[in-house]
């Protein structure tokens, strides 16, 4: 893959100032370029009764049955699910989560090093803002591109201080296997050839997206992360810090998140749906903010090459169940994804057959 296709997703990015830098100063009422009116409260009463799936990785590789099929249903009605025992190393979650929080309280003068160039995705600030009306999520947001090793930005990646750089290389390679095996474990559920899928994940791209939401004297009129589904395959994502905020659309109704302790949360992405010929569903979510506390998270997100076309797997189009997605080189899903406003799983449509 040319190293520069992933750097180029992003090309009609504006510049926004840092929320983080915003959130120090004394203030009881926010800017109006951060009030998102009428947004529908979350269903606390709902998720009383309906948290996503939990599910074991150790029951999986054991071939457990019920585990498998506890899975299956996660992926086909939630597109959202806890991993516990996922058998990555304490110690690694440890250190990437000490790092990332040292990063979001470097005094700006560091982090200004890493700010993003205009219409770049990468670096230090915002992501998806096309246009100057637009209304501004709260939040600051650090992106690099990690996987394969040669798409990472040479004026970037090699500058990430340490022990924080060392933290996320080890993190990344963690997570990449992680990633494989849970591809391997949704080719078994579905009943395809594994290569089906694989192949399509040999050098799997990545990405991180390290969150960092202030706190907020107004949180119900303000939004960090606005409704999205992801584009990518497989997003498996960090709780760095007890502050919870992660919420997804479950029967129309917004449903909070309560992450364990060192669990992953991990999600279904539009690629993902695509590939398997909306099988597994990706899912909206979004993320709120606390009025006093700070909140840090980590998304990773796994996705075919670059150069790779994606469409229906073959073995899951059948009479009964014809190609719902047309087919799309991955880069250009990615553009035309990044070129936009998040808004709730709507950018799938372009893919959409209609009819089908
Ligand atoms: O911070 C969260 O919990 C959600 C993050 C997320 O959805 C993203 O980064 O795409």
Known sequence: ???????KLGTSLLLVPSVHELAKQPMTIVPERYIHPNQDPPSVEFATSHQVPVIDLNKLLSEDENELEKFDLACKEWGFFQLINHGINPSTLEKVKISVEEFFSLPMKEKKKFWQNQGDLEGYGQNFVVSEEQKLEWADLFYIFTLPSYVRNPHLFPCIPQPFREAVESYSLELEKLCMTIIKLMAKTLKIKPNELLEL???????????????????????????????????????VNDTEGLEIRKDGMWVPIKPFSNAFVINIGDILEILTNGIYRSIE????????????????????????????????????????????????????????????????????????
Do not use: W
């Not at 893959?1 to 750097?7: G, W």
């Not at 791209?205 to 589904?229: D, F, K, T, W």
């Open 285 to 356: 979510h979004r993320a709120t903010i606390n009025s006093e506390k700070q909140r840090i998270s980590i998304a990773t997100f796994h996705g075919p090459q670059m150069n790779k076309i994606i469409g229906p797997t073959p073995s899951l189009v059948t009479p009964d169940r014809p190609a719902l997605f047309k087919r799309i080189g991955v880069a250009d899903y990615y553009k035309g994804y990044f070129s936009r406003e998040l808004n709730g799983k709507s950018y799938l449509d372009v893919v959409r057959i209609q009819n089908a």
């Open 201 to 239: 994940f040999e050098d799997v791209s990545q990405a991180m997206r390290m969150n960092c939401y202030p706190p907020c004297p107004q949180p119900e009129h303000v939004i960090g992360l606005n409704p999205h589904s992801d584009a990518g395959a497989l997003t498996i994502l960090l709780q």
């Open 1 to 7: 893959m040319d190293p520069q296709i992933a750097n």
